[in-house]
């Protein structure tokens, strides 16, 4: 076993960043450059995308990709390819245009014609039908090409006073003859049903992807993009060449290519399809399963959500299957992984649209879980409510609180994972974005057990690339891109202590997917969130998971190598006949199972669980709570392994263990906020905080009660710390804590210039300030974006043995030089550095160099969503002496 600790002090960690390297044609000098650009900033590797390419898998293509893997190949990086010319991955560089008919993609489609008989003789036009668009356009009420193929049609008798159907059906299908209804229609008011598959009907932009139903449909993107790759590299497989990333494969069966509430009962929406489907509809639902097919968009109360959990249930498990798994298959065949994510975007994770149906079985083949964060969807602050970006309109829940916890519970279960979790970050957030809300959603996703990131993104496009900023080099223009390194550091060090471990939590959380499918609902986040507010970490699992993968094992529920006290049901009208068999089997052998608000009414298939319900109702291991009370009830029995002195809801925890080494992380996760508590932990050797950022161990503040660990936390906004213990701790250089004893404030003229990103580090002479200020105000230098160079000199009289030193308010990056000597850099809050040995009596110099963010000078769209920060240093600027304590 390797000693993770030992690695990250000696500088041995391994990469975990694999940033987009977008490729647009350009200039083989170019490209070399901005591969040294990103080895420079302390990558290992890149992720080529085309962004893009204008000869994708031609000459030209190769021609970039061969210099590429030459620089790689000398810079000892890996390359992982993004799967297709363009993303969404599934366009197969345009093949499937090509392709035989029965391997484009396929929808179900309805439509329906209102009746009244008695009437003789009637019949009645199908062919001329859409079977997509609620209105369709003048153009579209032409159509009458007969290329849809007939599943059922079935009436249905209306009730005569309202609107609602009756259970009163009638399949009519053989009653069609060269695309004309000849029915003789019953007394009374009918509905007529049209169903039928189509290709028409989806999304507009991905009109020639293939079908990920059909394995067949799949294989053109195999034999297009990975076999052509395979072909020319196949040497460099499993070494340089790491694998391939699909980019937000998905079903775009809905017009409205991103709408997130997109699932059967969606009017108007056409429904993935492929040949299989009818069969395995009638094993779900019977022989007479054509008689139900119109509940997948019309009401019926149970009967509509059994047609409508049959229906998913088999669509997301063929996706799974032909698309997903098979890719896994090819790769993992030929020593290379598979990555990526699928969108998952505000609840879209168990729908259709632009996703896949469930978040777990879409990403099971591949050999990294997988997220991405964007435009602007986690934001400091807004966990709990809305935020509007330039997409819509964002759930701050889900992403803040169910986000990252889908990705990491897929990477903690699933054995070929090997916990490993990549998330897609930084993109489009404009150029706002800097390193200090960077640093900020590192630590959010590193907190709740990611470790693998694909920073969004490097382009060598000249400046500026309007294509979704920030850019991280952006052809040196970029004024915050020589800090990119410390931020990488800091996250390859982490990372490397939060893998090859296994993950510690204390609940289980049961995946939502199947009960929403089954009616009434409740998010898993919820729950998730009254968790974490209490410091009780969780994994959220899926029900495929615990009936084929999951024990109960002296009264803890086991995973893979993961192991829980406890599985929280989140309310669900109903689920899974298995699924509430397991439960009660669960309960049997002792796990201690909490339903929210309520047990489930029925099965989602209809099946008689009556039994199962009464056992469970009356079961001395099942508990029904609140949601609003689950945190304090599990505190209260015991399941938790953290515990704060005080309600903490924006400090979040994370623990990893080693052979050797606990590793506990803490991030407070308020944006303006700082948190003092103190936290029990449940270990009984020594404790010591290392600090990521300058790779050092520090002592820190325990006080032993009841024999119990306490640690005093003291966490700024945007501060992390990671807490060791363990048998490797021992033999190491121990920093030691201080307290402060006194503090100056420095108040003396500032000496101010300027140099942006391409003049670095020629200075021009601004002005003097006798007051610090936001540079960015009206009166100063709002449309400036660089760097601002502060200086000034001072008298100290005091000891030069444990000073500190506090910038105070800063935007936002800083560099310090005191007596001509650098004292350290700092991206994100606190903005202090202990500059005992540089600081000496008399008189001393201070040099403070802050670089704002592109903002300023590129008033880009995406960045007009977000609030803008001041620039420039704003302080106060203090000086502490300090206590040093062993």
């Not at 076993?1 to 960043?17: D, F, P």
């Not at 997409?391 to 090997?418: C, M, N, Q, R, W």
């Not at 289980?508 to 507010?533: I, N, R």
């Not at 989602?604 to 319900?613: K, W």
């Amino acid at each position: 076993m390797s000693n993770r600790l030992k690695e990250v002090l000696e500088g041995q960690e391994h990469n975990y960043i694999l940033p987009f390297l977008w490729q647009h044609g350009e200039e083989e000098h170019v490209i070399r450059e901005e591969i040294a650009r990103v080895h420079e900033a302390g990558i290992g590797a890149v992720c080529v995308e085309a962004r893009p390419h204008p000869d994708f898998l031609g000459p030209q293509w190769w021609k970039d990709m061969d210099i590429i893997m030459d620089e790689a190949r000398k810079r000892n990086m890996k390359v992982w390819i993004l799967d297709d010319d363009h993303f969404p991955t599934g366009h197969a560089a345009g093949r499937v245009k090509e392709a035989p008919e029965e391997l484009h993609r396929k929808f179900l489609g309805e439509r329906f014609i209102d009746t009244i008989g008695p009437a003789k003789g009637s019949s009645f036009l199908l062919d001329t039908l859409l079977m997509s668009g609620l209105r369709p356009t003048f153009s579209e009420l032409n159509y009458a090409n007969g290329k849809n193929k007939l599943i059922s049609v079935v009436a249905v008798r209306r009730h005569p006073t309202n609107e609602t159907l009756t259970n009163d059906c009638i399949d009519i299908t053989d009653l069609v003859q060269d695309g004309i209804l000849y029915w003789d229609i019953p007394e009374g008011y009918w509905r007529v049903f049209i169903v039928s598959e189509n290709k028409d009907g989806g999304s507009q932009l991905q009109e020639d992807y293939l079908n990920p139903l059909v394995r067949d449909s799949v294989r053109i993107l195999l034999d297009t993009v990975y076999e052509a790759v395979y072909e020319r590299y196949k040497d460099d497989f499993g070494k340089t060449l790491a694998g391939f990333f699909s980019d937000e494969p998905g079903f775009y069966n809905d017009k409205v290519t991103f709408d997130f509430h997109s699932r059967p009962g969606k009017q108007g929406v056409v429904l993935p399809w492929s040949r299989e489907m009818p069969a395995l509809l009638e094993q779900a639902l019977g022989e007479e399963y054509r008689k139900h097919l119109h509940l997948l968009w019309h009401e019926a109360g149970e009967q509509s959500n059994r047609v409508r959990y049959a229906y998913m249930n088999i669509v997301s498990a063929l996706y799974a299957e032909n698309f997903c798994n098979q890719i896994g298959e090819w790769c993992r065949a030929r020593g290379v992984a598979y990555i990526g994510h699928v969108l998952e975007d505000n609840n879209v994770h168990a729908r259709l649209g632009p996703s896949t149906g469930h978040f777990f079985r879409s990403l099971w083949g591949q050999d990294m879980s997988g997220i991405d964060v964007v435009l602007w969807q986690i934001v400091p602050g807004f966990d709990e409510l809305t935020f509007r970006s330039a997409t819509g309109i964002a759930d701050g829940e889900f992403y803040h609180y169910g986000l990252a916890k889908l990705g990491v519970s897929l990477g903690h279960i699933d054995p070929k994972k090997l916990g490993r979790t990549m998330c897609e970050v930084y993109g489009a957030y404009g150029w706002a974005e800097g390193l200090k809300l960077m640093k900020w959603i590192t630590d959010h996703m590193l907190v709740r057990g990611v470790n693998y990131f694909v920073p969004h993104a490097f382009t060598q496009k000249a400046f500026p690339d309007p294509d979704c900023p920030p850019h991280l080099y952006a052809n040196g223009k970029n004024p915050q891109f020589r800090y990119y390194k410390y931020l990488n550091q800091y996250m390859n060090r982490i990372s490397h202590l939060i893998s090859d471990g296994r993950h510690v939590a204390s609940a289980a959380v049961l995946y939502h997917a199947e009960a929403e499918w089954s009616g009434e609902a409740m998010y898993f986040q919820k729950p998730v969130k009254q968790l974490m507010q209490h410091q009780i970490d969780c994994d959220v699992i899926p029900v495929d998971a615990l009936l084929d993968m999951a024990s109960v094992k002296d009264g803890r529920l086991h995973v893979h190598v993961e192991d829980y006290e406890c599985l929280i049901v989140p309310y669900a009208e109903a689920l899974p006949g298995a699924m509430i068999r397991r439960l009660v089997q669960f309960a049997d052998q002792g796990l201690m199972i909490r339903f929210i608000d309520g047990l489930p009414l029925r099965s989602s298939e209809g099946s008689d669980v009556s039994d199962e319900q009464s056992r469970l109702a009356a079961h001395p291991k099942v508990k029904l709570t609140s949601l609003d009370m689950l945190g304090q009830d599990l505190l209260a029995d015991g399941h938790y392994e953290i515990k704060v002195d005080q309600y903490q809801p924006y400090l979040r925890n994370y623990h990893y263990v080693h052979e050797n080494l606990d590793v506990y992380m803490f991030f407070n996760e308020h944006p303006n906020e700082s948190i003092q508590t103190k936290i029990t932990l449940p270990v009984q050797d020594d404790i010591f905080a290392y600090d990521a950022f300058s790779n050092r161990l520090i002592d820190v503040n325990v006080v032993e009660e009841n024999g119990a660990k306490m640690v005093q936390l003291d966490l700024s906004p945007y501060e992390s710390i990671i807490l060791l213990n363990g048998a490797d701790l021992g033999g190491y250089t121990v920093s030691p804590r201080y307290a402060v004893s006194s503090e100056v404030e420095l108040q003396s003229e500032w000496t101010v210039s300027t140099a942006d990103a391409e003049h670095y580090p020629q200075f021009t002479e601004w002005g003097k300030l006798t007051a610090l200020t936001n540079m960015s105000g009206p009166d100063y230098l709002p449309r400036f974006s660089g760097t601002f160079r502060y200086e000034m000199e001072f008298e100290w009289r005091e000891p030069t043995n444990s000073v500190l030193l506090d910038l105070g308010e800063v935007y936002e990056t800083a560099e310090v030089w005191l007596n001509g000597e650098p004292a350290g850099v700092r991206i994100c809050p606190p903005y202090r550095m202990e500059i005992h040995g540089l600081i000496q009596q008399g008189n001393n110099k201070l040099v403070i160099e802050v670089t704002n963010t592109l903002v300023k000078d590129q008033r880009d769209y995406l960045s007009a969503f977000a609030q803008q920060e001041p620039s420039g240093l704003i302080g106060p600027v203090k000086l502490y002496n300090f206590l040093l304590h062993r």
